[in-house]
């Protein structure tokens, strides 16, 4: 299983990006798909998770800013992020908790992450 992250960048204080983030390889099903955020010499922030059922949490630092979003006939996950602030970069980076079959089994696969850069 692999999953290829895209759509980071360079915006000013205010823009917005739309992080994708698509899974490929043998996959029976994908349950929570999340994205994290890391800054270097921090440790790496959860920031927003959606279920296989459509439920979403964010960190508080993004409420109301940023919205997670799957499309899950792709294996894909989104994040849009408005408002954007300098304090909002980071490399981000999806996770997904993929169901494969033969055996039954479950692992957390990790994107490559994708830099944001937020000027002010």
């Known amino acids: 299983v692999q999953l290829q992250a895209s759509g980071g960048g360079l915006v000013q204080a205010g823009g917005s990006l739309r992080l994708s983030c698509a899974a490929s390889?043998?996959?029976?099903?994908?349950?929570?798909m999340d994205w994290y955020r890391q800054v270097p010499g921090e440790q790496r922030e959860l920031v927003a998770v959606i279920t296989n059922g459509g439920s979403t949490n964010y960190v508080d630092s993004v409420k109301g800013r940023f919205t997670i979003s799957r499309d899950s006939a792709k294996n894909t996950v989104y994040l849009q992020m408005n408002s954007l602030k300098p304090e909002d970069t980071a490399v981000y980076y999806c996770?997904?908790?993929?169901?494969?079959?033969?055996?039954?089994?479950?692992?957390?696969?990790w994107g490559q992450g994708t830099q944001v850069t937020v000027s002010s």
């Open positions: 996770k997904m908790g993929v169901i494969q079959m033969r055996p039954i089994r479950r692992n957390d696969y």
């Open positions: 390889g043998s996959i029976l099903s994908i349950d929570d």
